[in-house]
């Protein structure tokens, strides 16, 4: 099974400022025959199902604000906030579908300071 | 709209078993692979089982392999998973969701307490 990783495990930031989530993968999720990275990042808010907002590690989902971004390839991830907003507030997960079994990481919180 | 509700949650004796149900709407639910994801009151997402979109193909992880069997009504637009001996650990909030790249549609979720 492909183990996925996050950290931190939780952050505060200020309103307006950058939060940044990483998120590293046991093996890669870099498919050589497409060259896409079978790597997505969730946003979950209390009571709440996860919401997608990136796929193929910097695919935008529709709708979603474009201060969300994602970076990286291969076994090494990052999410970012470019500026927080209050709405964001939330636990992030990474997942990879690369295997049958996709697994998610252990999920970031993101508090405001 | 697409839609996805979950039900036949609940509460059920340790060995006992449910039946959980998500009916979809609003796309066309045969051209889908569909899975099942949970997660315990206040933990992370763990990844249950998926079934490809004509039902041929199924897969489960390890830790519900042989207790668990997920299948689909397409004619119905319905998903299921059948859950036997049931133990405490398998309490949770089972999700179901569709699967495009990834899992880009979620249903609210059904709670199981798996509890004597």
């Known amino acids: 099974d492909i183990v996925m990783t996050q950290s931190p495990d939780s952050l505060a930031v200020s309103l307006g400022e950058r939060a940044t989530i990483n998120c590293k993968s046991s093996?890669?999720?870099?498919?050589?025959?497409?060259?896409?990275?079978?790597l997505a990042w969730y946003q979950q808010k209390p009571g709440q199902p996860p919401k997608l907002l990136i796929y193929?590690?910097?695919t935008r989902e529709s709708g979603v604000p474009d201060r969300f971004s994602g970076s990286g390839s291969g076994t090494d991830f990052t999410l970012t906030i470019s500026s927080l907003q209050a709405e964001d507030v939330a636990v992030y997960y990474c997942?990879?579908?690369?295997?049958?079994?996709?697994?998610f990481g252990p999920g970031t919180k993101v508090d405001i300071k | 709209e697409v839609q996805l509700v979950e039900s036949g949650g609940g509460l059920v004796q340790p060995g006992g078993s449910l039946r959980l149900s998500c009916a979809a709407s609003?796309?066309?639910?045969?051209?889908?692979?569909m899975h099942w994801v949970r997660q315990a009151p206040g933990k992370g997402l763990v990844w249950v089982s998926r079934?490809?979109?004509?039902?041929?193909?199924?897969s489960y992880a390890d830790s519900v392999k042989g207790r668990f069997t997920i299948s689909r009504d397409n004619a119905k637009n319905t998903l299921y998973l059948q859950m036997n001996s049931l133990r405490a650990e398998d309490t949770a909030v089972y999700y179901c969701?569709?699967?495009?790249?990834?899992?880009?549609?979620w249903g609210q979720g059904t709670l199981v307490t798996v509890s004597s």
């Open positions: 079934i490809n979109s004509d039902g041929s193909s199924t």
């Open positions: 193929w590690a910097s």
């Open positions: 969701a569709r699967k495009r790249a990834t899992f880009d549609y």
């Open positions: 093996q890669s999720v870099l498919y050589s025959s497409n060259n896409k990275n079978y």
């Open positions: 609003g796309f066309t639910f045969s051209s889908y692979w």
């Open positions: 997942q990879q579908y690369y295997s049958t079994e996709f697994t």
